[in-house]
């Protein structure tokens, strides 16, 4: 079967199996597919045909996409800004709770509803992003981390200007003195005598008892972060759950 070039059209005279030659005519390079290439490329324009994407059908014949209600990733810059939304409120309380007490506890309650409302928040500025467990989860492990950041970093200053400042400190260290003499008191009783002397000559260190508040505060910070990423991923599959239904 003669080849023709495709610049000049006129017959190549020599042919090669997959090399590359030259038309003797206009000098234009000719390649030759292989059989696998050939039957590779069969496989393709089968397959974008099945997809409606076949490159023989004209791009005003193919079926129209649904661009509006088409699922688009996720945008973390807003899902970012959402988490912040929840720092900056979770701020705001922990700074009304110090004139306002009672406040405390709208502090509380936002600090569990936090990784469901901000899921909420970020559902309806990006409607089209697919949600999905992983990123509820994702989403509530950031909401989490905003406002501990932000309840932590205002009660150390707080605490700092209470001590040095104020001068003021006397009744936390009343309250973490009758706690650690509390829990002498409930040491000794439940434990033998030797057990409990060594014990007891633990906590009577400052820097053991310090570590300890620190632990108790560390080990509260990983529950709570743990309880965002599940109630996250909770609202997550809900959501997921409703969109798939609808």
Known sequence: MQRLCPRCHNVLLTADDGTLV????CGAPQVRLSEEML?????QATAAAAANLDPDVPAGSRPPVDRVNEPSAVVWPGAIQCAGLAGAVAAVLTLLSFPLP?????????SFAAPVVVLGIYVARFPRTRI?????????????????LA????????????????????????????????????????????????ILRWLSIPEFRAGLVLASFGMMLVLYLAYS????AFAGALRSRSRTQA
């Open 22 to 25: 030259y038309c003797g005519h």
């Open 39 to 43: 039957e590779q490329a069969a496989q």
């Open 102 to 110: 009672p406040v405390f506890l709208l502090g509380l309650l936002w």
């Open 132 to 148: 999905y467990t992983g990123f509820g989860a994702r989403l509530g492990l950031l909401s989490g981390l905003a406002i501990a």
């Open 151 to 198: 309840s932590l970093t205002i009660n150390s200053v707080a605490l700092l200007l209470q001590r040095f400042a104020l001068h003021g400190s006397a009744t936390m260290d009343g309250q973490i003195e009758q706690f650690f003499v509390q829990m002498r008191t409930s040491l000794a009783a439940r434990s033998s005598a030797a057990d409990a002397q060594s």
């Open 229 to 232: 990423s599940l109630a996250g």
